[in-house]
């Protein structure tokens, strides 16, 4: 559903506003060929070149637009890496970089199809927003927003939703209040609400991981904190780390092992097998709060 | 004048064959064709000029210094801690300088992108030009482009500085490796063969291969 949502927010953006323009390398073609046939100047599918994808909206960004880039995360992200580095970031250029297929989605796929490293990857990089909506309808608005200045971000498209949305997920958002402070990221919402079903933890839910609201974990933290994360465990170590810089604090990061796991099946099949099922977490939640929780 | 303003810079000798390859394309395009001035090189309507070679940059520098671009004296620090020129031109730093290069293979890809994005705002008469190395060929990165350029067809214009410094060269020759393009095949230090090549417009990508001396030679 996330991926139908942005393609109809896009095409009405294009529409809406000609600084707007659009840069695929083949992925979702068939699903934009009507904006790339209304708008064949600045709805452009470049073939299967990654590289020049980013390339050519770092370029359409330095003449004023405001690229929209997309494919799947491992393309978008790991194989472009260096164009999004220097195209983008070292000739301080903006863009909307949107993917479908991160950490596991395209299961069947194999590995090179995964992308569990890609926020971690933009971690290394100066000024993205990363956003990783939680619902199909928390999609339009960041897209929105997104097209409003010249900023670089990430927003990560996936197929795991939860059962509603929470539009204001910007902030961390308090869902359930007690003792230790569980922050689930985007999809990871409802497998955290059914594995603290009856634990006494405080969760907090945000789709904005990146710039990530510290005062908030800040005022929310009281001795310990776990983050799950759809993405490789401890991606957001350090900021939390800093985050909680000088409160004494435990703390614990859940997420996509870094172990290949040569497998195919379904997103569900390798969630569980990275623990980010609901039971998965919840044996991993009460390892690290003991008996108490 | 360009050539002395270039033996003022130091600094960065591993790349004079590189830097020495382009000057004289350069001053052609800044002194002939280029609709650019230092009080126009904001104006969105200006001409552009992407250097993706950023290896060795001296020309570049040289020529902007001498187009009034940026101060003579910035000649004499590039590459040292809080000099505004480094080995590899910034775009952030360096008025004039459109794109931030040094790693291979990205100028052709962006000047796609700004040839793009100028067409759809309407800027028809706006070229774009991106001058690459016959060894910054081997990038697969330009091969997306060219290609891509090529089925638009997009009017850019791209020189290759061929000094034979291919790896393993270029069986065929260069425009071999840029099909649906036209071709100016021209002496690299020539100023009237580059500007007739640099005049060239076809509506579709035009190259321009310019010959220099082996750079190994």
């Known amino acids: 559903m996330m991926r139908e949502t942005f393609v109809a927010a896009t095409t009405a953006l294009l529409d809406e506003d000609p600084r707007t323009a659009l840069v695929l390398a083949d992925i979702s073609a068939d699903v934009f060929a009507p904006a790339l046939r209304k708008h064949p100047d600045r709805a452009l599918n470049v073939g299967i070149r990654e590289q020049l994808m980013v390339g050519v909206g770092g370029g359409l960004a330095m003449t004023g637009m405001r690229p929209y880039l997309h494919s799947y995360a491992p393309f978008l992200v790991d194989r472009a890496y260096e164009q999004i580095k220097l195209d983008l970031g070292h000739q301080d250029t903006g863009a909307v970089l949107v993917s479908i297929g991160g950490s596991y989605d395209s299961a069947a796929s194999g590995y090179t199809h995964h992308s569990p490293g890609d926020v971690a990857l933009l971690d290394t990089l100066e000024g993205w927003t990363v956003l990783v909506p939680g619902h199909h309808d928390e999609v339009p608005a960041m897209l929105r927003e997104a097209a409003r200045h010249d900023d670089r971000v990430y927003i990560r498209l996936g197929l795991q939703e939860n059962t509603r949305a929470y539009p204001d997920g910007g902030k961390l958002r308090v869902l359930k209040r007690g003792g230790p402070l569980v922050v689930a990221v985007g999809p990871m919402l409802d497998p955290v609400l059914a594995a603290t079903a009856d634990l006494d933890v405080t969760v907090a839910y945000t789709n904005t991981p990146r710039p990530l609201d510290t005062e908030g974990m800040r005022l929310l933290a009281e001795g310990e904190v776990i983050v799950v994360e759809p993405y490789l465990a401890g991606t957001s170590a350090r900021l939390v780390s800093e985050a909680l810089s000088g409160l004494p604090h435990r703390a614990l990061h859940l997420g996509v092992g870094r172990a290949e796991i040569r497998d195919y099946g379904t997103w569900e099949d390798h969630a569980r097998a990275h623990g980010l099922d609901a039971a998965g977490l919840r044996r991993s939640l009460r390892a690290f709060l003991g008996g108490g929780a | ?217």
């Open chain 2, 1 to 217: 004048m360009t050539v002395s303003t270039l033996r003022r810079l130091t600094g960065d000798e591993k790349h004079a064959p590189s830097a020495h390859s382009t000057l004289d394309v350069i001053r052609v395009l800044y002194e002939r064709v280029l609709r650019i001035t230092p009080e126009t090189a904001d104006e969105p309507d200006r001409d552009r000029f992407l250097l993706s070679k950023g290896h060795g940059p001296a020309a570049y520098y040289a020529v902007l210094a001498d187009r009034g671009f940026i101060p003579e004296d910035w000649l004499d620090r590039m590459g040292q801690w809080n000099s505004p020129l480094g080995t590899h031109p910034d775009r952030v730093l360096i008025p004039g300088v459109e794109a931030g290069t040094g790693s291979l293979g990205h100028g052709l890809g962006l000047a796609v992108g700004v040839a793009l994005g100028l067409r759809a705002q309407g800027y028809l008469q706006t070229r774009t030009f991106v001058l690459l190395g016959d060894a910054e060929l081997d990038e697969g990165s330009n091969h997306e482009a060219i290609a891509y350029a090529a089925a638009l067809p997009l009017p850019l214009t791209a020189i290759v500085i061929d000094n034979r410094s291919a790896t393993h060269g270029w069986p065929g020759g260069i425009p071999a490796r840029f099909p649906g393009w036209t071709v100016s095949l021209v002496d690299g230090h020539d100023h009237d063969e580059i500007e007739r090549g640099l005049l060239v417009r076809t509506g579709k990508p035009h190259l321009i291969v310019a010959a220099v001396e082996p750079k190994w030679s």
